[in-house]
């Protein structure tokens, strides 16, 4: 039997990139996948890919009729919602001179606004129908450190995880578990806009204990441990898949470096 047999999971920007492999790696451990996005071809595909358990809506999660309706949706189709991926996000590259108010605004929106209205969303229809559910928020390791170029981005994630620990503190008592997943570079159109060969796209990675970069599945699996009873007493948790990023980076002159910095 699968890690979610018998749960439904909204996952937020489920339709391309990691979003999208989170969605089908939901889907073989048995969920129910109700596949929220604005891009409406790529959605609309992937359910029809994944079978009749899985459905897409449309969604601007910065919305909260939006959030209504999503959640309307999961439970005509499904009758409940027991996991929440919130996993939409936009990434801009903008110094602080170069962002204007609307770009810092439209960043926040949708990273980190929309994370709050699912959580409250999904949260309350989980507590009015006593449902011991997980909800997993993916922020990043630039919620965790600083990044040039990053303003509104790196503000946003940082932002998530605040939003995560009240949450896990005034849920946890309803039985409802609240963690953040912090990716580092993950193989998708996010990091990896070129569609680069891994073996072009790893080596800028080389200065990282792992020396790689992620792929989406191993983000996704995690997610899945997170939003599966395996997790049954974890929350409040910020789970780094970075590769190592935040352990350090290597020093070439110094010893105990790999060879081929």
């Known amino acids: 039997m699968g890690k979610l047999q018998g749960k439904t999971a909204i996952i937020t920007g489920g339709a391309r990139g990691m979003g999208a492999t989170t969605s ?44 209504r309706a999503v959640l309307k949706l999961a439970l005509e189709r499904f ?21 204007s108010k609307a770009d810092y605004e439209r960043v926040l929106g949708v990273n980190l606004v929309g994370m709050f209205l699912g959580v409250k969303t999904i949260g309350q229809h989980m507590i009015d129908n006593s449902v011991a559910g997980s909800i997993v928020n993916i922020s990043s390791v630039d ?3 600083g990044c040039n170029g990053l303003c509104a ?61 992620a792929e989406p599945e191993e983000v996704a699996r995690v997610s899945l441990f997170l939003a599966s009873d395996d997790a049954s007493y974890v ?12 352990v350090g980076r290597y020093y070439s002159s110094l010893p105990g470096a790999p060879d081929n910095l």
Request: charged share 20%.
């Open 153 to 213: 981005y790196a503000s946003s994630k940082w932002g998530v995880r605040g939003l995560t620990q009240v949450a896990a503190m005034e849920f946890g008592h309803h039985g409802i578990r609240v963690n953040s997943v912090h990716p580092g570079g993950v193989n998708t159109i996010m990091s990896n806009p070129n569609d680069l060969p891994r073996e072009q796209i790893d080596p800028t990675y080389k200065d990282i204990p792992l020396q790689r970069i």
């Open 24 to 67: 089908r790696v939901f889907a073989s451990e048995g969920a129910n996948v109700v596949i929220a996005d604005i891009l409406d071809e790529q959605g609309q595909a992937l359910a029809a890919e994944l079978g009749d358990a899985t459905v897409f809506q449309h969604h601007d999660v910065s919305s909260e009729e939006s959030w």
């Open 143 to 145: 919620g965790m450190k």
């Open 235 to 246: 929350t409040g948790e910020e789970i780094k898949v970075d590769g190592g990023v935040l």
């Open 79 to 99: 009758g409940g919602v027991q996991v929440l991926i919130n996993n939409a996000g936009v990434l801009l590259f903008k110094s602080i001179l170069q962002t």
